[in-house]
């Protein structure tokens, strides 16, 4: 059975940073894609940051600098390191694992940025 499972989220003050971490179980990890996405109230769930199974990475325009994505195969996770948190970036956030047409969702993790 495939599991992802979300932590590290949490409420910070703007500026402040977070590490989120995504655990997989049931799954060859280093074979797949990671991705971390975000829902915010009201809005669509948009693509964060993505690293491939050979570690290239790309990130959305707004969190370019910020944030970084990586990945640990031997321990089958996956993070996003977030720094200079701001306001807008209050959402669920959401990892992905992908294997050519296969996706699997972790259940996600609330970050609130709010002084």
Known sequence: QVQLVESGG???QPGGSLRLSCAAA???FSRYAMSWYRQAPGKERVLVAKITSAGATNYADS???RFTI???NAKSTA???M???KPEDTAIYYCKANLLW???WGQGTQVTVSS
């Open 10 to 12: 949490g409420l910070v």
């Open 63 to 65: 969190v370019k600098g």
């Open 83 to 85: 720094n200079s948190l």
């Open 26 to 28: 049931g799954i060859t």
């Open 70 to 72: 990586s990945r640990d």
């Open 79 to 81: 993070y996003l390191q």
């Open 102 to 104: 296969t996706d699997y």
